[in-house]
């Protein structure tokens, strides 16, 4: 018993507004989401650009999501691989990712780390830890020198 184009659109309507429902997402990721439920990839198309009218998918929402989300374990570079790798256009990922990097190494310092780096190699972990993170070397190296200088 197969479906008919019309039942099978309105399936995949369905599906989509009910993974919306639970969560934003990226054009590129509900697209992979539902190609094995699409009857073309034509269909496919034609409903997500409906959806993108209508307000209920975009990429730019999702990125904003997304990056406030991470900003409060990650770096700017950890972000800008996690949206590309979501399918968010180039413009948007630069848009979003940036923003006070500095003030976010601090504040994961502060949340991490208690008291002051006492020795050299304590130093060196905590800036291994940032560049893990996603924080540029630039960025590591201010916040550690700022936390150094506070408990001065």
């Given at each position: 018993m197969s479906r008919s184009p019309r039942e099978s659109a309105a399936a995949l309507r369905r599906r989509a507004l009910a993974l919306l429902a639970r969560r934003e997402h990226s054009r590129a990721e509900l697209a992979a989401r539902l190609a094995p439920e699409a009857a073309s990839p034509a269909a496919l198309a034609a409903l997500l650009d409906e959806l993108e009218r209508g307000g209920l998918l975009s990429d730019e929402r999702y990125a904003e999501v997304r990056a406030r989300r991470l900003a409060r374990k990650y770096g700017a570079a950890r972000i800008r691989e996690d949206l590309r790798a979501k399918?968010?256009?180039?413009?948007?990922?630069?848009?979003?990712?940036a923003g006070d990097e500095l003030a976010r190494a601090r504040a994961i310092l502060a949340r991490r780390y208690r008291g002051q780096a006492a020795t050299r190699e304590e130093r060196a972990r905590r800036a291994r830890f940032l560049l893990g993170r996603g924080f540029s070397r630039e960025t590591v190296r201010r916040a550690l020198a700022l936390a150094a200088e506070e408990t001065d």
């Open positions: 399918g968010v256009p180039a413009p948007i990922v630069e848009r979003f990712a």
